[in-house]
Nanobody, 127 residues
Framework: QVQLVESGGGLVQAGGSLRLSCAVS????????MGWIRQAPGKEREFVAA????????NYAASVKGRFTISRDNAKNTVDLQMNSLKPEDTAVYYC????????????????????WGQGTQVTVSS
């Protein structure tokens, strides 16, 4: 089974930046479509961003488009989320997610598209 370990969370002021990273082990990384999901206190998990197995296609939630960038390095088995212009409403636990069922050119669009999740990393944006 694949293991996902997130890092890079923390406290930042509104307008600042953070970069999250997810280290993936246990299986062939290039076989997995990857993404990031978040959950704010008292709210349901929310799709944030996804990247296809071949790294050609990306998809973003409307709330983060233009501010967040997802990338993957198939040689290092990592997937990153660069978050710029952070807002207090971005405060949440961010989870790295993976799915082995998708074809190389397909892209996740919802939280239900992912089979596996990491433990999460807290991101707090102060106003």
């Amino acid at each position: 089974q694949v293991q996902l370990v997130e890092s890079g969370g923390g406290l930042v002021q509104a307008g600042g930046s953070l970069r999250l990273s997810c280290a993936v082990s246990g299986r062939t990384f290039a076989d997995y479509a990857m993404g990031w999901i978040r959950q704010a206190p008292g709210k349901e998990r929310e799709f944030v961003a996804a990247i296809s197995r071949n790294a050609i296609h990306t998809n973003y939630a409307a709330s983060v488009k233009g501010r967040f960038t997802i990338s993957r390095d198939n040689a290092k088995n990592t997937v990153d989320l660069q978050m710029n212009s952070l807002k207090p409403e971005d405060t949440a636990v961010y989870y790295c997610a993976a799915d082995r069922r998708m074809l190389p050119n397909t892209i996740a669009k919802t939280t239900a598209d992912f089979e596996y999740w990491g433990q999460g990393t807290q991101v707090t944006v102060s106003s």
